[in-house]
């Protein structure tokens, strides 16, 4: 069965500090991984995705196969990146998205 | 930029009723799914739609649970005969190919079952 784990459910950061969101996946077939950011009261949307490496809003993730990881960073934190954030993983060519808990990110002034 | 929308934002209902939540994808898309949020849990895979047919569905996704689109626009969730623990938020999402690549969500109808 395939998992995602975000192990901290709450971070809390000073702007202009980097930033790691972690993530963790189970699954024996080849996944795609994405990462998801809400903000407040608005919809999902889709930050990133392993396969296309982009750099979006500042934030980057790699897929590491070896550990089973996709952890979201950004190097210096800023106000607006405050949101709710999901990883999640499908399977290759198949439909259904699996997300883990989510980690909610406070940028501290 | 095209948006999924979905109403109504927000639904009280009795325990015991049926209710619809109504989304509209976006007109080129062609899956169509429904994912819940239970508050303070993670966003939970429900159903998935094709060619006018359930593609996939989690075992969630019980006989109580039932989706159609009527019109070519809209997507429908029914939910016969709700339950408390059916109080969740409920996403829609459309793509317009298989995979998580081209997902768009709606902003979510939370559902409160008293």
């Known amino acids: 069965a395939q998992r995602v784990t975000q192990p901290e459910k709450l971070l809390s950061v000073f702007k202009g500090a980097p930033v790691e969101l972690k993530c963790n996946y189970s699954y024996s077939g080849s996944p795609e991984l994405f990462w998801y950011v809400q903000y407040s009261r608005q919809r999902l949307q889709l930050l990133l995705r392993?396969?296309s490496r982009e750099s979006i809003k500042g934030f980057t993730a790699d897929l590491n196969k070896g550990e089973t990881s996709f952890h979201l960073k950004k190097p210096f934190a800023q106000e607006e990146d405050s949101a709710m954030y999901y990883c999640a993983l499908a399977n290759f060519g198949n439909e259904k998205l699996t997300f883990g808990t989510g980690t909610r990110l406070t940028i501290i002034p | 930029e095209p948006e999924v929308t979905q109403t109504p934002s927000h639904q009280v209902t009795q325990m015991g009723q049926e209710v619809i939540l109504r989304c509209v994808p976006i007109s080129n898309h062609l899956y169509f799914y429904w994912y819940r949020q239970i508050l303070g849990q993670k966003v939970e895979f429900l159903v998935s739609f094709y060619n006018n047919e359930i593609s996939e569905k989690s075992e969630i996704f019980d006989d109580q649970f039932s989706v159609e689109r009527p019109d070519g626009s809209n997507f429908t969730l029914k939910i016969r005969s709700t339950k408390l623990e059916d109080s969740a938020m409920y996403f829609c999402?459309?793509?317009?190919?298989?995979?998580?690549?081209?997902?768009?969500f709606g902003s979510g109808t939370r559902l409160t079952v008293v």
């Open positions: 392993h396969i």
């Open positions: 999402a459309s793509s317009v190919r298989t995979g998580g690549l081209g997902y768009t």
